[in-house]
């Protein structure tokens, strides 16, 4: 399975291991590590939800146009939902491609996606309570770099 | 019969996240249900921005629900 | 120190971990790992030669650059010399920023620059014989991105 | 004294990686030196791309060399 929706905690660097060691013949391997940020103690906590069922075959499709679009030899994509504390990591995506430019655009163009409309509703409890966040207007700024006739030079 | 799931700021304001309601054979017939029950709800899964998922497709405008639906009312995604 | 050039085999995920765990408060973190390919068996080795004590000082040079201009809360890069076979990495670099676009085109700039300007010297060892070989035309192509008034979008 | 090292295809053409080079005074008289021992080599540290690095910092043109000194033959860098 190239995604994985979990609760636990996990190890970008174990996870970057386990999915270079399954690739016969990459020659670029990109990775991008998501960590919960503490924003000067306005952030003690962070609650993820996901709609299981609905929210990883979302990513799955995502996943299968970033591969066909970028030339990708493999994808692996990890996000935490329930409690995330800071430092932990929130989100893992690699991707594996011949060339590294490929690897990089395919990195970047899940990231964009993952952030901006992935099935997924954050709260965020701070010293002043709790409150649910939606994305950020650069969020979506990020996406119309994709929607262009050439990717992002 | 159909199994109701909130998620995000919705499930806050109503204060359940899941519940099956009986009777209800098409969506519209769902709201009509929730508006007389939770007013607040109803008016929120009005609101702009608000998906509905029928056993986990979208769905868009009135659709009919057999035995043993899953509806998900989805408020704006916030991105992972 | 940063830069590491070392003759001994790496694992990439290992970097990662320690990297990612040094850092208090980096909102996203980028790596990327070049690998020795086969070449569908056209390369059975490579040779990587650097100059000691004038390659590390010019990666150096290069971090400080990316860490300036990309806001980079750390940078990490790990280079291989020596004899590296096919699957083996030859290159790691990782950075950290507060926010995800700056944390990709600092690796993304430190990689288009370490791929065509660094001082390593490689040799190819396939069936047909050893040769040196010089940056591909690509890799020129690609530090052209860097030199515009704006970072690439 | 100047203590001479090649790399990458300068050192194959050569043959050997280091060197040490006795009553040698600047870097022009090195070359001479080169020259006369080692026709090929003077041939190919003349040719284009090949820069030279005096205890470890590239120049350009003629440098003295004062006793002890590191100087440095290097190819087309191929990147890593």
């Known amino acids: 399975m190239s995604v994985t929706v979990q609760t636990g905690v996990f190890d970008a660097g174990a996870a970057l291991s386990a999915f270079t060691q399954a690739l016969p013949d990459a020659g670029g391997v990109v990775s991008f590590t998501g960590i919960a940020r503490m924003d000067n103690g306005k952030t003690q906590m962070l609650e993820l939800e996901a709609y299981l069922g609905f929210t990883e075959p979302w990513i799955e499709t995502l996943i299968e146009e970033a591969r066909t679009r970028f030339s990708l030899s493999g994808v692996r994509v990890i996000h935490r939902v329930g409690s995330i504390l800071p430092g932990e990591a929130i989100v893992f995506v690699a991707t594996a491609a011949a060339h590294r430019r490929q690897a990089f655009e395919g990195a970047d163009f899940l990231m964009d996606h993952l952030k901006s409309r992935a099935p997924f509703w954050k709260k965020e409890h701070g010293p002043d309570g709790a409150r649910w966040i939606e994305p950020r207007q650069a969020d979506y700024q990020d996406l119309t770099r994709w929607t262009r006739d050439q990717t992002p030079k | ?80």
């Open chain 2, 1 to 80: 019969m159909a199994r109701v799931l909130l998620f995000g700021a919705l499930r806050d304001l109503a204060g359940w996240r899941e519940q099956i309601f009986e009777g209800v054979s098409d969506l519209d017939g769902l709201r009509s249900h929730i508006a007389r029950l939770y007013p607040d709800l109803a008016e929120a899964i009005s609101g702009p921005g608000v998906q509905f998922a029928v056993d986990k497709a979208l769905v868009r405008g009135n659709v009919s629900l057999s035995a043993q639906t899953e509806i998900a009312f989805l408020p704006p995604m916030s991105g992972g």
